[in-house]
């Protein structure tokens, strides 16, 4: 064949068979294996619409394998929005070459040219067939070698050309709701033989330890059939759930616990950013100097917030000869199965990490540390364990989303142009899951005896970036720099949460433009407009204010305004432009957002139009209402009256509009929006009453003291 030759995605070059991706083991449906796993993201039915469409297929001709680690690609996390722009690159490549080597046999048996076929439901055709036959892929498999190494080429890529069916960019329900909505698809509800159920008695800081505990009397509460204690690592078992519940309530006051002197009393974020020693680097240096006459600066702080998924975490193991397998609704399946091993000492092929879907993740939540607690409880006591945390030790055990600040300087010249935009960032890391820079990360190893020692917390560098994230300015100013204060220890633990480093940078940033604005005279979107060569950011922001008719904004009634932000994710993902119509009382009273994104090439518009809802949603939760609170013994925050989170009667109007970009790559867009929103209701704070909030959340009690103030 006169091929040529493409580069492959990297997932296919660390995977390079085709049996790691395809299978025919369960025809006549066609099996598909991905490492990207279904967290509520509707990421399933997208990566089905790919692999439907190269191979040809209904999505119920597929049978599709997520997240084991027996079977299934290792493709590191399902986050980062990567899942589309990553897994679903490496999925389209791996079927579309095992789409061409059946063309081949199907040329063959069919005696036409591959050129002359038509796929459709998974039937071959072709009208110029001589004797106008058929043959389906069952029919094909046993002419069709699949342990050989997946090739990429222009022509392997064209030969798309011969399904006859569209599957992607189509609004394909999500088959996984109704069982979800009915109660029987969640991780909660699956039930193993001779399972005992367990609970944690633990405090909610990784580094306490036991001072004083009753054995005696914790072995002797109802429905407790087994004490588990192996250093500071502490749980009940027993047969019976509800009673176990009530147990562990009364076992809490069985234990005392001595909490390390550095969690100290709360303060604000940005005074506590400061007091912690901190490493200082120039990450980023871009432009030369130019004459400044006069500098505008500002500092932004968003505090330690929660993931506060309304269901908590859960977890089951159980062991079988040695061989340990973990069902977890995990992001990261294959680099929990290896920290397990490592955290039980030993060889990672003793443990399989299967996924099951679990009610609402947004990053490294407390999902793995639950894993570790089952499989070291299956263990420990030879039974098949389910470990469900409680709601309190959710709130107050999980690792949070790392608080920072941001510090933007901008200098002008005399004519009022920007020539300089300097910003210097403070966080802790943002990115401590299993795996992450070689640690366990996992809360459980370092309670147990031996204990495991803490990990050394890292940050992710640009272009990814964690706290860094969206920290360089897509503006065209003439000079950028970028400076890193790492804080590498604070009083609680920190991790990955949605869209990281970029909700607070997109904040500052976006807040920051609506400021110099104001000191300009100027419309904010033709601000922003004035700084903006890339025709796709343009766009969106000329169509979110034609949505939002931004333009009769000073009509609006007094206490009430429109607030607007842009920014594309990372850099490099997702294009995204939000207003904020917002109406203030004792509180902020969000009434409308119009959103519009760029993704490139849609999958599914309606499971996209759903995440970029999802993300305002979220971000205004955030924005409004979201902090973690603590003091010496601990987190205070543990319940949904001390923790609120947005009710569903304060869920504002929201109109979303996609571009559908059919000739550009996807780009995830489950990140996209948080940034933006958040953004976007401040500066209608201040559109409304003429205050600048630079310090979240936006709560009754911070505009109390903004207006005081």
């Not at 059946?102 to 004797?131: C, D, M, Y």
């Not at 979800?180 to 944690?200: C, N, Q, S």
Request: a negative charge; glycine letters at 8%; charged letters at 15%.
């Amino acid at each position: 064949m006169n091929q040529v030759q493409m580069s492959l995605p990297a997932n296919i070059v660390s995977h390079p068979l085709l049996t790691q991706w395809f299978g025919l083991d369960h025809l006549p449906r066609l099996t598909v294996y991905t490492g990207k796993v279904e967290l509520g993201q509707g990421i399933q039915t997208a990566l089905r619409q790919i692999a439907a469409q190269e191979l040809g297929l209904d999505l119920t001709q597929i049978h599709w394998v997520a997240g084991n680690t027996a079977v299934a690609p290792n493709e590191w996390y399902t986050a980062g929005s990567l899942s589309i722009e990553n897994g679903g690159a490496a999925l389209k490549s791996a079927l579309g070459f095992a789409r061409w080597l059946f063309l081949q046999a199907a040329a063959k048996n069919l005696g036409v040219a591959v050129g002359l076929i038509e796929i459709r439901h998974g039937i071959f055709s072709s009208s110029t067939s001589p004797s106008n036959r058929t043959v389906s892929y069952a029919e094909l498999a046993s002419q069709v070698n699949l342990n050989v190494p997946i090739q990429g080429s222009i022509e392997i890529d064209q030969s798309l050309q011969q399904v006859k069916m569209q599957v992607v960019g189509q609004d394909i329900a999500r088959d996984d709701l109704i069982a979800k909505l009915t109660g029987a698809a969640f991780i909660h509800d699956m039930v193993l033989p001779e399972m005992r159920h367990a609970r944690m008695i633990r405090s909610g800081h990784v580094l306490s330890t036991i001072e004083t505990i009753d054995l005696a009397t914790m072995k002797a509460l109802a429905g407790v059939e087994q004490v588990v204690r192996s250093g500071n690592f502490l749980a009940l078992i027993g047969q019976n759930e509800a009673l176990l519940v009530d147990a562990a309530a009364k076992a809490q006051d069985l234990v005392t616990w001595k909490t390390p002197p550095y969690v100290g009393v709360q303060t604000d974020t940005e005074s506590m950013l400061l007091s912690s020693p901190s490493g200082t680097e120039v990450v980023y240096e871009h432009g030369s100097a130019q004459p400044v006459t006069r500098t505008i600066q500002a500092r932004y702080t968003r505090p330690f917030i929660a993931h506060a998924s309304i269901g908590p975490a859960c977890a089951l193991a159980q062991i079988k000869d040695g061989q340990i397998t973990v069902w977890s609704h995990t992001q990261g399946p294959h680099l929990l199965r290896d920290s397990i091993a490592k955290a039980l000492r030993q060889e990672p092929h003793t443990v399989q990490v299967i996924h099951a879907h679990g009610a609402g993740c947004y990053g490294h939540n407390s999902a793995d540390d639950v894993g570790f607690d089952a499989a070291f409880l299956a263990k420990e006591t030879g039974f098949s364990i389910r470990v469900q945390w409680g709601r309190e030790e959710e709130l107050a055990a999980s690792p949070f989303g790392a608080p920072s600040m941001s510090e933007i300087e901008a200098g002008l010249d005399e004519a009022g142009r920007v020539v300089r935009f300097a910003t210097h960032i403070w966080s802790p890391t943002h990115i401590a899951r299993p795996g992450s820079g070689g640690g366990l990360n996992l809360f459980g190893a370092y309670m147990i005896d031996p204990p495991h020692p803490v990990d050394v917390t890292k940050d992710n560098p640009l272009p990814q970036g964690g706290g860094l994230r969206n920290a360089i300015s897509l503006y065209d100013f003439p000079q950028q720099i970028l400076t890193h204060h790492m804080v590498p220890q604070v009083p609680l633990r920190t991790s990955a949460l949605r869209s990281l480093g970029a909700y607070l940078n997109v904040f500052a940033m976006e807040s920051f433009m609506d400021e110099l604005a104001l000191d300009l005279g100027q419309d904010p979107i033709a601000l922003r407009l004035s700084y903006l060569k890339d025709p796709r950011s343009r766009n969106l922001l000329t169509e979110v204010a034609l949505m939002a008719d931004w333009s009769s904004r000073d009509q609006l009634p007094e206490g009430t305004g429109l607030g607007v932000a842009f920014s594309r994710y990372k850099n490099a993902g997702a294009y995204c432009a939000v207003i904020a119509k917002i109406r203030v009382e004792e509180k902020i009273h969000v009434e409308n957002f119009w959103c519009t994104t760029d993704v490139g090439k849609i999958i599914n518009p309606d499971g996209l139009a759903n995440q970029i809802e999802g993300g305002i949603i979220q971000s205004m939760s955030w924005t409004l209402k979201e902090m973690v609170t603590w003091d010496q013994q601990g987190v205070l925050s543990k319940t949904w009256d001390t923790y609120p989170i947005l009710m569903f009667d304060e869920v504002p109007e929201v109109e979303v509009k996609l571009f559908d970009q059919v000739d550009q790559p996807s780009l995830g867009g489950g990140e996209a929006s948080a940034g933006p929103t958040g953004a976007a209701i401040a500066n209608a704070l201040a559109s409304a009453l003429g205050i600048r909030a630079r310090h979240l959340p936006l709560s009754a009690e911070r505009l109390a003291q903004l207006i005081s103030s």
